[in-house]
């Protein structure tokens, strides 16, 4: 069955940097559009970054210039560079695998927590 599993949370101190890691199986990982979403406690689910089949990305405002999503098919894994943090982009990162309008599938999540 499909699996995401992601890596490379932890503790940073503001204007840090950390690398998530989401490596797949069980699928063909180059047919998906892959994402990374976070959810805050008490707030929604939302996505960060988000990168397609053909290499396009895009990001919410809020990861604009400070994060990078890329992808290597080969190793079936999509990571998320995340680079001058802030205690705002403390919660849990989430992967998630979208093909066509089949229902997406996710990862179990990984903690960044931001603090001095």
């Known amino acids: 069955q499909v699996r995401l599993v992601e890596s490379g949370g932890g503790l940073a101190q503001p204007g840090g940097s950390l690398r998530l890691s989401c490596e797949a199986s069980?699928?063909?990982?180059?047919?998906?559009?892959m994402g990374w979403y976070r959810q805050a406690p008490g707030k929604q689910r939302e996505l960060v970054a988000a990168?397609?089949?053909?290499?396009?990305?895009n990001y919410a405002d809020s990861a604009k210039g400070r994060f990078t999503i890329s992808r290597d098919n080969a190793k079936n894994t999509v990571y998320l560079q995340m680079n001058s943090l802030k205690p705002e982009d403390t919660a849990v990162y989430y992967c998630?695998?979208?093909?066509?309008?089949?229902?997406?599938?996710w990862g179990q999540g990984t903690q960044v927590t931001v603090s001095s």
């Open positions: 069980g699928m063909i990982f180059s047919i998906y559009a």
């Open positions: 990168i397609s089949t053909g290499g396009s990305t």
């Open positions: 998630n695998a979208q093909w066509a309008r089949t229902p997406s599938y």
